[in-house]
T-cell receptor, first 117, second 112 residues
Framework: GAGVSQSPSNKVTEKGKDVELRCDPI?????LYWYRQRLGQGLEFLIY????????KSGLPSDRFSAERTGESVSTLTIQRTQQEDSAVYLCASSHRGPSSYNSPLHFGNGTRLTVT | RKEVEQDPGPFNVPEGATVAFNCTYSNSASQSFFWYRQDCRKEPKLLMSVYSSGNEDGRFTAQLNRASQYISLLIRDSKLSDSATYLCVVNPGGGSQGNLIFGKGTKLSVKP
């Protein structure tokens, strides 16, 4: 079946512009996660959705970052007034149940590579 | 102390070698543990979960030591295709179900 789909795959934007990143999770997966990975670095947690609500948004780095999820499906991560330090690969993942379940691994999308010039 | 710590490597080993990675975590209440694998410029993929009693999947063995707060991954008879970065992942738990904390990864390079 279809995996996690992210769009766009690449985005180049000028500093100060807003960007929207989209994630289509695997159908039926209730949990959805956003992570950020800078070049040569580990994964940095941003936000987690269970259904359409976000019980954990502790990783959002500033108020320029926001995310929403609708229909227990598609999620959008919005970065306002982008800065050069926002350049990274933004990875979305979904799982059938929440993060504590052993039988519910994360399935990642291919990511959106964001470059802020 | 960082939440999840791994030796970044790289571990350079010949084909057929046995190699072991360790990972330590800071939150003693952590609930579940995983190893993911990430190939260069690719997304992470689940390699195996780590159960309290330890578990094995073919050439891969995972162990959990709650008392010392570390998990390990052993790879026997290394293949060229095992070359990747291995990510230690911990769910610290918490009221909001927490989130999955990823280590920065240990890079493995298997040489012919």
């Amino acid at each position: 079946g279809a995996g996690v789909s992210q769009s766009p795959s690449n985005k180049v934007t000028e500093k100060g512009k807003d960007v929207e990143l989209r994630c289509d999770p695997i159908s039926g997966h209730t949990a959805l996660y956003w992570y950020r990975q800078r070049l040569g670095q580990g994964l940095e947690f941003l936000i987690y959705f269970q259904g359409n609500s976000a019980p954990d948004k502790s990783g959002l780095p500033s108020d320029r970052f926001s995310a929403e999820r609708t229909g227990e499906s598609v999620s959008t991560l919005t970065i306002q007034r982008t800065q050069q330090e926002d350049s990274a690969v933004y990875l979305c993942a979904s799982s059938h149940r929440g993060p504590s379940s052993y039988n519910s691994p994360l399935h990642f999308g291919n990511g959106t590579r964001l470059t802020v010039t | 102390r960082k939440e999840v710590e791994q030796d970044p490597g790289p571990f350079n080993v010949p084909e057929g070698a046995t190699v072991a990675f360790n990972c330590t975590y800071s939150n003693s209440a952590s609930q579940s543990f995983f190893w993911y694998r990430q190939d260069c410029r690719k997304e992470p993929k689940l390699l195996m979960s780590v159960y309290s009693s330890g578990n094995e999947d073919g050439r891969f063995t995972a162990q959990l030591n709650r008392a010392s707060q570390y998990i390990s991954l052993l790879i026997r008879d290394s293949k060229l295709s095992d070359s990747a970065t291995y990510l230690c992942v911990v769910n610290p738990g918490g009221g909001s179900q927490g989130n999955l904390i990823f280590g920065k990864g240990t890079k493995l390079s298997v040489k012919p």
